[in-house]
């Protein structure tokens, strides 16, 4: 794939991070809306981000074209719950049942790039409040590998899924740069998304 | 004579909207962007979700600014900006303290300003209160339904400012049903949206397309 930089899915009012804006200004990222991604605009691409504010009617499009990308070597990190078939494989999102304190422990089951090195309960509480980092995960495919997992059943919040020569990360939660905000990591995983999405390491 | 909600197509719509969990009270569920060539009758009402993003509202303001001057109901709810896409909408928004409860015996303050008022059946402190965003500065003769500690509006009925009737508030539970996250929000929608089905669209037949749905 000779495509370079990530697609950066604008869905939410607020303004991208000046982590994502600098990326911007270095042409390692383009900032587009759902209706922009293209097949022309994925191919001139080698990674694909998307928030939980993602429009998943408008992406739902996508699932004609976004599987021979990823085979082709394209990368997506997707934060959220998975319900329409966007990857027929990964939705819809299966919530954990009623969820205590316990069940939000993380425990990290493979290493990941974007993920390396960071605790996992540096990343599992807000304020002494958990929860927000998920509550469920968007089911693995086969072949896909758990990241994080939650509780003792180890629900596999995070995942990397390997597809020919791409990959996609899935973590079903509030955007993985919200996480660990009281520890100030929020620019370090935006930054790790966009390099990982952007090829840079391998796909685990 | 319908309940028309607005999807942004986020998965908290998704599954507030459509989902199994939360009463299915809709006549239709279209995108914004659909607004300004849909077909409204005045009698219609409006329902747009929380955190819906701004931008797709403010683009479509001059259709909903149309359907409310012509008597019409449009309901907004917490985090998407109304005070951008609405008129006479005046928002002060607060730092969220989500952890409040953590404090044994906490209480936010969040109380049932109208307990009499039909958008407020079945509704009681407890059903309101999970955190706040923020408050409103409503116009002169619209009536308070929900109010915050400090005794400012978090949700009200302005029938004055336009010919329709604006229901506005800062709350946000769409996002947290949907994020399967705040058992009060469920709660929230489990009595509201068959009051506000009710109150707007009153007389109206149930809807078709979902009608073995209650919370």
Redesign the interface.
């Given at each position: 794939m000779k495509a370079a930089g990530v697609i950066w899915v604008r869905?939410?009012?607020a303004e991208p991070s000046e982590t994502v804006r600098a990326a911007v200004d270095e042409g390692r990222a383009t900032i587009l809306v759902e209706a922009e991604v293209s097949p022309e605009a994925l191919r001139a691409h080698c990674g694909l981000i998307t928030g939980?504010?993602?429009?998943?009617?408008?992406?739902l499009v996508w699932a004609g074209w976004l599987r021979a990308w990823l085979e082709a070597g394209g990368r997506w990190v997707v934060n959220?719950?998975?319900?329409?078939p966007i990857l027929p494989e990964a939705a819809p999102?299966v919530?954990?049942e009623r969820p205590g304190r316990a069940d939000f422990v993380q425990t990290r089951l493979a290493e990941h790039p974007i993920l390396a090195g960071i605790a996992p309960e540096l990343l599992e509480a807000?304020?002494?409040?958990a929860?927000?980092y998920g509550?469920?995960h968007n089911p693995m495919p086969p072949g896909a590998v758990a990241v994080t997992g939650l509780g003792p059943r180890r629900v596999p919040v995070d995942w990397v899924w390997p597809v020919g020569a791409g990959a996609v990360f899935s973590h079903a939660g509030?955007d993985l740069w919200g996480a660990g905000r009281e520890h100030g990591l929020g620019p370090e995983l935006t930054a790790r998304c966009i390099a990982w999405a952007g090829g840079e390491g391998a796909w685990r | 004579m319908a309940l028309i909600a607005i999807s942004s197509g986020t998965y908290y719509h998704i599954e507030t909207l459509e989902g199994a969990r939360a009463p299915r009270v809709w006549d239709a569920v279209l995108p914004p962007e659909a607004l300004p060539d849909a077909t409204l009758d005045p009698a219609d009402a409006i329902f747009i979700p929380c955190r819906s993003p701004a931008q797709r509202l403010v683009a479509v303001a001059p259709a909903l600014r149309a359907h409310l001057d012509r008597g019409g109901t449009v309901v907004a709810m917490g985090e998407s900006r109304s005070d951008l896409w609405l008129p006479g909408v005046v928002f002060t928004p607060c730092p969220t303290n989500w952890w409040w409860w953590l404090e044994p015996g906490a209480d936010l303050g969040v109380r049932v300003a109208a307990p009499a008022h039909p958008l407020m059946a079945g509704l009681d402190a407890a059903a309101v209160t999970w955190h706040l965003h923020g408050h409103f500065d409503p116009p002169a003769g619209a009536e308070v339904l929900i109010r915050d500690a400090d005794d400012l509006a978090v949700a009200y009925l302005d029938a004055v400012t336009t010919p329709g009737r604006m229901v506005v508030t800062s709350l946000d539970p769409c996002y947290h049903h949907g994020s399967h996250f705040m058992p009060a929000t469920t709660r929230f929608l489990a009595a509201f949206l068959p009051a506000l089905r009710n109150w707007a669209v009153e007389g109206a037949p149930a809807p078709t397309t979902c009608p073995d749905a209650q919370g």
């Open positions: 869905s939410a009012f939980t504010q993602l429009d998943q009617d408008r992406a959220g719950h998975l319900l329409r999102f919530p954990m807000n304020r002494g409040v929860g927000f509550r469920g509030n | -």
